[in-house]
């Protein structure tokens, strides 16, 4: 029996460069050559064995002499040996030809000098595989007494089973898993003594074994912050040194990561942990910052075929009292399409202080005045919140606080005051991939508010859930199947309730092809009414085609019923084509979309302009 230490597994390195031969002379002409690899019978490795040949990569780029030619190949055989043992074929043979002579011919390249010929020198690379290798044997040992449980843990490396091919990759990717399960069990200074690997070419099989050397299980330390900020460091520390004396665990150690860069003060936050234990038996952490430019400045442009263009801008002064407090301040104009009158306006404030209480708390303090003038009612109003935001794990934000505003609401001019007070209490969720753009994961809203009328006295509760779902029907993000359902309802309601706190559908938002404001019940001057409940739907199919571009598919549908439980009566439907084009900040987006079964007084279609997906 014949066993041979295998090749590491690790990259190959290039191949040494060969001395000049006996008699070269100290310049000669360069000599093209066309390189071509003769397939091999296996599918899988001729694209792979091309994209590793120097030969074919370097024959335009990096032209060469005969000399060098003849170096070029004679190096090219490691290279493409790498690859047949990455896949498994270890006993593999490769011939290198120049002009039909193997290139380990002596004095080849003199007789090339000699004898130019006329066009592009053949150069042919001809790869046997051989058989495919199996792995056999599959060991996990301890480096000593001390580690024989936490090694026993492990049990079989994750991706490796007898019988599997003998393909380097899956074996490194198999001793990543080891030395992360370590970790996660709580032994931070995990390592790999020894990896051997012995290669039985009478048997055509491998056998793997690694020496593992688990470390101490150990408890994070006090973490220190690194790099230049001007955020207080006592609100840093009210974060960080949570993680102190917790058992080591990365997900651990991530989390207050995250934790950090949610202040939304820092470009970047970076995590190192020690190599070592300090002299208390503790795991060193080290969360390095770099923070966000004090300030920023943007607009965004909007356009909807029914009421024209809409243009926001807004201000952002960051860490503003030195507590990673943000600043936002913003003006944005709607309807610029039609009459001066007929324009909305809104100018607001907000103000974000994070990190209160036990460093997870947020207070969002809003405050606007707003000029509102729709189809459904006319409306100026001022508006101020003061909401209390804490997440749960990574995916919940629950949200509590008081809401209250004050104005004139009505129509045709005629404005009545009204002054409500609220209780805010909501939940988000989100476990999709991706905030600007998802492609998979679920996502959830749900608000609930008491509402108070101060000025007539009585009240309602105003109740409103979204659900949006994302399916990757590729993998690659190139197929995405996208959901969303949303359901409304006013408790407790009758018709003194404010016409904006109603519900309505149709609009960009909601349903498309549909104008903003517009399904549901009517007035008798066939004007938007609102309704106390609301049910909508839709249906897209994103589809990237090529680069950047995408086509979306989209199916919409919403109904508003005048009792408190939603109604499916009087659905009204809208479908469309859109166009996408993927940016840093999120999709660009286009939608026609043409209602089908559309009210009286409704347009024949819907062009719809704006920043990110529909939802």
């Known amino acids: 029996m014949l066993l041979l230490a295998a090749a590491p597994l690790a990259a190959q390195p290039a191949a040494p460069a060969l001395p000049a031969e006996a008699g070269a002379p100290t310049e000669a002409a360069t000599l093209p050559y066309a390189a071509t690899v003769v397939p091999t019978g296996v599918e899988a490795l001729d694209g792979p064995l091309t994209d590793a040949s120097r030969l074919i990569r370097l024959a335009e780029e990096a032209p060469v002499d005969a000399y060098g030619l003849v170096a070029r190949a004679l190096g ?58 199996s792995l056999r044997r599959i060991t996990l040992r301890p480096d000593g007494p001390a580690a024989a449980a936490a090694v026993a843990a492990l049990g079989v490396p ?65 973490p220190q912050i690194a790099g230049e900020t001007a955020v207080n460091p006592r609100l840093l520390a009210r974060i960080t ?3 102190a004396g917790e058992p080591y665990a990365p997900a651990t150690q991530e989390a207050t990561r995250r934790q950090l860069l949610a202040l939304g003060a820092f470009d970047s ?21 770099s923070d966000r430019p004090r300030n920023a400045a943007g607009a965004t442009l909007a356009y909807e075929t029914n009421f024209g263009p809409s243009a926001t801008v807004y201000y952002e002064r960051r860490n503003l009292f030195g507590n990673a407090e943000l600043l936002r301040l913003e003006a944005s104009a709607s309807r610029l399409g039609g009459e001066t009158e007929d324009n909305n306006y809104r100018i607001g404030a907000n103000l974000r202080r994070p990190g209160l209480f036990d460093g997870r708390t947020s207070l969002v303090l809003d405050a606007a005045m707003l000029r509102e003038r729709l189809d459904a009612y006319d409306r100026d109003a001022v508006t101020a919140s003061a909401l209390l935001e804490r997440p749960f794990g990574n995916r919940w934000v629950l949200q509590s606080g008081p809401t209250f505003e004050t104005g004139r609401i009505g129509r045709d001019g005629n404005l009545e005051p009204f002054t409500l007070a609220g209780l805010v209490m909501g939940a988000r969720y989100d476990g999709t991939n991706d905030p600007l753009d ?16 101060i000025a007539e006295g009585g009240g309602f509760v105003r109740a409103i859930g979204t659900l949006r779902s994302y399916f990757d029907l590729t993998g690659s993000g190139g197929s995405v199947f996208a959901l969303r359902g949303t359901l409304g309802s006013l408790v407790g309601a009758d018709r003194a309730v404010p016409l904006d706190k109603r519900f309505y559908a149709g609009g960009g938002g909601s349903v498309r092809g549909y104008a903003y404001q517009s399904i549901g019940p009517r007035d008798s001057r066939n004007r938007p009414n609102g309704g106390s409940s609301l049910v909508e739907g839709s249906v897209e199919l994103r589809q990237r085609l090529s680069g950047a571009f995408g086509m979306v598919a989209f199916l919409d549908a919403g109904s508003v019923g005048q009792q408190e439980t939603p109604s499916f009566e009087e659905v009204r439907l809208g479908a469309g084509l859109g166009v996408r084009y993927a940016t840093a900040i999120g999709p660009l987006r286009l939608d026609l979309a043409i209602p089908l079964n559309k009210q009286s007084g409704d347009d024949g279609y819907g062009l719809y302009v704006g920043l990110g997906q529909a939802f």
């Not at 069990?185 to 009478?202: F, I, M, S």
């Open 269 to 289: 936050v970076r995590a190192r942990a020690g190599d070592r234990l300090d002299e208390a038996g503790r795991l060193p952490v080290t969360f390095t910052v």
């Open 438 to 453: 998802p492609r998979r994961g679920l996502r959830g809203t749900i608000s609930v508010v008491p509402y108070a009328d």
């Open 241 to 243: 040194n949570r993680l």
């Open 76 to 133: 090219e055989p490691p290279l493409l040996d790498a690859v047949l043992r990455a896949e498994g074929y270890w006993a593999g043979r490769i011939e290198v030809r120049i002009a039909g002579t193997p290139a380990d011919a002596p004095g080849l390249a003199q007789r090339l000098v000699a004898a130019p010929p006329a066009g592009p020198i053949p150069v042919e690379v001809r790869v046997t595989p051989g058989p495919r290798y």
């Open 158 to 222: 994750e991706g490796l089973a007898p019988g599997d091919p003998a393909r380097s990759g899956p074996v490194l990717d198999a001793e990543a898993g080891l030395l992360d399960r370590l970790r996660m069990a709580g032994y931070p200074l995990a390592a790999v003594v020894d990896r051997e690997v012995l290669v039985n070419h009478e048997a055509q099989a491998m056998d793997v074994t690694w020496l593992l050397a688990p470390g101490p299980q150990a408890r994070f330390a006090p």
